[in-house]
């Protein structure tokens, strides 16, 4: 299984649910913070662009023009899947987005959360065409778009 260097709490590995996954190495304690979403802020037409030159998932929808892509100087937050019954959420902090746990998490554990992707994104190329989900919940909704996409 392959590995990478992460920070204390949590690692980098492949997922049951897609690809690579981050999971717990340590006990996480519910509502506190487990790592930023960080990477290089871009505009919807700057993020559309760099989608069409290498489409890449890792783009962070912050609000209606702006974009965090987690491949240029991300961390191991563009990782985290998404779940429909998820162990962590993303929280707006003034401008930043930090990843927070919704419950106790046990070592072992894969992080996910709610990607609660829209249509809105639709028309822009930065956002993926493909929204089946594959978490694996007893409640899966079979996809990772929100309620109110
Ligand atoms: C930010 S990446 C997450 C990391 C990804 N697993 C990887 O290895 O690069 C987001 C992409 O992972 C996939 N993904 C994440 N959660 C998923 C899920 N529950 N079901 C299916 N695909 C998922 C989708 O392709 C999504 O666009
Ligand atoms: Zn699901």
Redesign the pocket.
């Known amino acids: 299984m392959s590995r990478s260097k992460t920070s204390s709490k949590i690692e980098v590995r492949q ?1 049951g ?5 981050v999971y717990a190495t340590r006990r996480i304690r519910k509502d506190s913070a487990i790592i930023e979403y960080t990477g290089e802020r871009v505009s919807e037409d700057e993020a559309n662009e760099r989608y069409q030159d290498n489409p890449s ?2 783009l962070f929808m912050v609000d209606d023009d702006t974009f965090i892509d ?1 491949l240029s100087g991300g961390n191991e937050a ?6 429909c019954e998820p162990n962590c959420v993303a929280y707006l902090e003034d401008d930043r987005v930090v990843i927070h746990a919704l419950k106790n998490i046990q070592p072992g554990v894969e992080l996910t959360y709610d990607y609660q992707l829209t249509d809105e994104g639709e028309g822009s190329d930065a956002t ?1 065409t ?1 929204y ?4 694996g919940a007893r409640r899966c909704t079979g996809t ?1 778009k929100g309620r109110e996409a």
């Open positions: 997922s649910i897609h690809g690579k996954g998932t890792y987690g563009r990782f985290i899947n998404h779940s993926p493909d089946t989900c594959r978490c990772m």
